[in-house]
């Protein structure tokens, strides 16, 4: 099965608005791949829930723990600065130590790697054509 990390945006977008991303998650709630993630993620997804869209604490919990329950949660060994910003640097420790094939991100200085170490790095469009699966048109997720 595809092993899939995340970026912390790609979250943060699932969870509060339609598109791409929320299509993304979807797939990742059917188990349509395989989601890895680690506590270092996990944490700036928080973060951001509570800084940027006023989550509060029950909510961000509820949603941590949705993805906890169904992704593979691993703690990264190796320490990687290949990017400027260290949360990036996050995300690759995650897919190296958890050998995804596929880094899913919003984030240029992640997407401009195009690859790292064979783990192709893509945003949300270019991974539901890799899924060869767009997710249904539910409604808008709404853990809050």
Not at 6 to 11: A, E, L, W
Not at 70 to 95: F, G, M, S, T
């Amino acid at each position: 099965m595809l092993k899939v990390v995340f970026d912390t945006n790609v979250y943060l977008s699932a969870l509060n608005f339609r598109g791409k991303s929320e299509k993304a998650y979807r797939a990742f709630l059917r188990r349509k791949f395989t989601l890895i993630t680690s506590p270092q993620i996990l944490k700036e997804v928080a973060e951001k829930l509570r800084e940027i869209f006023d989550w509060d604490d029950e909510q961000v919990i509820r949603a941590l723990k949705q993805i906890a329950r169904r992704a593979e949660v691993i703690n990264p060994d190796v320490r990687l600065h290949i990017i400027q910003d260290e949360p990036d640097n996050r995300v690759l420790e995650c897919a190296l130590e958890g050998r995804a094939n596929v880094i899913v991100s919003g984030d240029r200085d992640l997407k401009d790697l195009k690859s790292y170490q064979d783990i192709g790095i893509m945003g949300s469009t270019d991974f539901l054509r890799t899924l060869g699966n767009e997710v249904g048109t539910e409604s808008r997720l709404y853990i809050k």
